[in-house]
């Protein structure tokens, strides 16, 4: 089974530009995990809503238009589909949607940005301790977790190319980066680490607005997470792939 995540950076534009539907005919995803997709269902053609023999599942803030927002395409059926964590200051913007399935829970997170004043930082720290709660809440439960997503922030000096001159930025500081190393140590893989644990220059957000992209100077910021007992096959990620400033990441179990 093949699951792709990718922030879109506006699903809309993506589609537009001819990168969405390409997507499933090239690589042929048994689940699709979008984040940032700045859109309510029905603001999408219905050629991007409703794509053939895959059911889909949209999440979209409830506060401002054009902003956050997360869904989930996959070929099975789930058993039970969540919205969010059940705590409304984090599911009104939209950045969770979970699917329960046969052998396993998936779940797509546009976590927050921690730039824009403190008080996002201390959002954006709030809704990871939540989600860490959430997800070892479901394991509890019984079932095996994979959340993937754009993080928002780079784990190690290996995840990002310029290390050192964001030492002091959000996306990099220690207390942001502590969060993943909790989630590692709660028996949680990052499986790009797993399968690459010393790869150098493997990023998957880079600016647009310095061209970055053409100079590799990007960040990994979009990961997949999967409980320890289950068995990955492989992964990596589609670097050659356009239509938004993230590439698709990609695993298969």
């Known amino acids: 089974m093949k699951i792709i995540s990718w922030n879109t950076n506006g699903l809309r534009a993506t589609a537009k530009q001819g990168f969405f539907v390409p997507l499933f005919e090239t690589y042929k995803p048994d689940i699709l995990c979008?984040?940032?997709?700045?859109?309510?269902?029905?603001?999408?053609?219905?050629?991007?809503?409703?794509?053939?023999?895959?059911?889909?599942?949209?999440?979209?803030?409830?506060?401002?238009?054009?902003?956050?927002?997360?869904?989930?395409?996959?070929?099975?059926?789930?058993?039970?589909?969540?919205?969010?964590?059940?705590?409304?200051?984090?599911?009104?913007?939209?950045?969770?949607?979970?699917?329960?399935?046969?052998?396993f829970t998936v779940i797509t997170g546009y976590f927050p940005n921690g730039?824009?004043?403190?008080?996002?930082?201390?959002?954006?720290?709030?809704?990871?301790?939540?989600?860490?709660?959430?997800?070892?809440?479901?394991?509890?439960?019984?079932?095996?977790?994979?959340?993937?997503?754009?993080?928002?922030?780079?784990?190690?000096a290996i995840d990002l190319a310029r290390p050192k001159a964001n030492e002091e930025n959000t996306g990099f500081l220690p207390i942001e980066r502590a969060w993943i190393s909790k989630v590692i140590k709660n028996d949680f893989?990052?499986?790009?680490?797993?399968?690459?644990?010393?790869?150098i220059g493997m990023y998957t957000y880079w600016d647009q607005k310095t061209r970055a992209r053409d100079r590799n100077v990007g960040w990994r910021l979009d990961y997949f997470f999967a409980d320890s007992k289950l068995k990955i096959k492989s992964t990596g990620m589609l670097s050659d792939y356009y239509g938004s400033d993230h590439c698709p990441i990609w695993l298969e179990i």
């Open 34 to 103: 979008l984040q940032e997709t700045k859109v309510e269902p029905d603001q999408l053609p219905e050629e991007v809503k409703n794509i053939p023999n895959y059911y889909s599942y949209f999440s979209y803030s409830k506060l401002r238009k054009g902003y956050s927002g997360v869904a989930i395409y996959t070929k099975e059926k789930p058993k039970e589909v969540f919205y969010g964590m059940n705590i409304k200051k984090f599911d009104d913007e939209g950045r969770i949607v979970g699917v329960k399935l046969k052998n």
């Open 115 to 156: 730039g824009a004043g403190p008080h996002r930082l201390k959002y954006k720290l709030e809704f990871y301790t939540a989600f860490l709660k959430f997800i070892l809440k479901l394991r509890k439960n019984g079932e095996n977790v994979i959340f993937c997503g754009d993080v928002n922030t780079a784990h190690e």
């Open 189 to 199: 893989i990052d499986v790009f680490r797993k399968f690459y644990p010393e790869k």
